[in-house]
Every structure is written in structure tokens, then in C-alpha cells.
């Protein structure tokens, strides 16, 4: 099993340009979750997925990010523009139960 | 309302002595608890799962975790460490499967020759 996948594994862009990362879970998991990693404010949960349905979104800061999921091998999150401060690791994760399986995260930074 | 708080942002140890990383949780409900490590780099880890059956959980690597519920504790531990578990650590709660996972802020430990 290749694990969660995720693309690219760093983004380098300019401040107003629209990012898009994805995700591919493991194959037969029926939840995803995206998840950004800051030093001032540690692993915050944006939003996941369960059965391809959003479910909760509460933690996407603000109208600028997106997130979908069109089927279940596959989901992404756009950031558009893009802002300095949404600098990050960002990783998904995707689990059948209890255990999240974590990608190896897209290092972006914004400049 | 969930959470989880790890009492030391940094522990340094030298190889072949005692590793503890201490968690204090609060939860409302019967809590399910992890420990994820996370290496330079990489993304997290699971390292080992409290789901409400044996108080003392072993996970991977020689790590354990005891679940104190008179303390609301779950303070990770092993008995000596080695210079690849320098990492960061992560207490988490959650209520269900279903539940999203609460992080604590992280514990870096780093391991002297």
C-alpha cells in the first residue's frame, strides 16, 4: 500500500496566486482530513470528509480556502489569492476507524 | 469539550535512559487516546491507541502509555531511550470514531549521545 499521497510536496508562489494541493487517501477509507501544521499555532484540523461529504469545515480560516472531494480516491484544497500568512505544512489524512493515516505533506510558502 | 495539554514543550534525555512525556486530557465523555510521532520532515505516526480496554497500551518502538483516569493522565514512556526517537510528540483525544481528533500543542524530544 503506497499510504495517503499527497501533491506537490512543496509550493513556492506569490502572494494573490491561486494554490491547489491534493490528496489521495488509502484505498477503501471512508474519511479525510486536511490539516495545516504552523510553529505559532501548532496542527489545526480545516475540515474533513466523510464518504466524499464535508462534514466538518469549521476550521477553514476564511472564504479564501476550499476544499472538495469528488469521489473517494481523491480530494483537494485551494487557496485563492493566496496570502503570506498561509505559509504551512499542510497534510491530509485519511481512516476507515480510529487511526489516521497521515500523507507526507506539501511544505507552502507564500511569498 | 475536548482537549489535551502536554506539560513540556521540550524533554532532552541522553541514550539508554528513561523517556516520559507527560498529557493531561479533558473530556465529558469516555475518551479514546493516542500518541502520534512525528519525525523531521515527515508527517505523524500512529504510536500506540487507548480505546477503553487495558489501562496500560503498548504501542511501537518499546514505547507504553497508561491510561489514569483518577489523574486524567496518559503519560507516554520508555524505559531507555535511542538517538531515532528524537521527534515531536503528540497527545490526542477524541470521543468516536467518527469524532475528529483533538492535538495537543507537542512535545520535542531530543536524545544526547
Known amino acids: 500500500d503506497a499510504g495517503v499521497i499527497q501533491s506537490p510536496r512543496h509550493e513556492v508562489t506569490e502572494m494573490g496566486q491561486e494554490v491547489t494541493l491534493r490528496c489521495k487517501p488509502i484505498s477503501g477509507h471512508n474519511s479525510l482530513f486536511w490539516y495545516r501544521q504552523t510553529m505559532m499555532r501548532g496542527l489545526e484540523l480545516l475540515i474533513y470528509f466523510n464518504n466524499n461529504v464535508p462534514i466538518d469545515d469549521s476550521g477553514m480560516p476564511e472564504d479564501r480556502f476550499s476544499a472538495k472531494m469528488p469521489n473517494a480516491s481523491f480530494s483537494t484544497l485551494k487557496i485563492q489569492p493566496s496570502e503570506p500568512r498561509d505559509s504551512a505544512v499542510y497534510f491530509c489524512?485519511?481512516?476507515?476507524?480510529?487511526?489516521?493515516?497521515f500523507g507526507p505533506g506539501t511544505r507552502l510558502t507564500v511569498t | 469539550a475536548q482537549s489535551v495539554t502536554q506539560l513540556d514543550s521540550h524533554v532532552s534525555v541522553s541514550e539508554g535512559t528513561p523517556v516520559l512525556l507527560r498529557c493531561n486530557y479533558s473530556s465529558s465523555y469516555s475518551p479514546s487516546l493516542f500518541w502520534y510521532v512525528q519525525h523531521p520532515n515527515k508527517g505523524l505516526q500512529l504510536l500506540l491507541k487507548?480505546?477503553?480496554?487495558?489501562?496500560l497500551v503498548k504501542g511501537i518502538n518499546g514505547f507504553e502509555a497508561e491510561f489514569k483516569k483518577s489523574e486524567t493522565s496518559f503519560h507516554l514512556t520508555k524505559p531507555s531511550a535511542h538517538m531515532s526517537d528524537a521527534a515531536e510528540y503528540f497527545c490526542?483525544?477524541?470521543?468516536?470514531?467518527?469524532?475528529?481528533?483533538?492535538f495537543g500543542t507537542g512535545t520535542r524530544l531530543q536524545v544526547f549521545p
Open positions: 487507548y480505546t477503553s480496554a487495558a489501562t
Open positions: 489524512a485519511s481512516s476507515l476507524s480510529w487511526e489516521q493515516y
Open positions: 490526542v483525544v477524541t470521543t468516536s470514531e467518527t469524532d475528529k481528533l483533538i
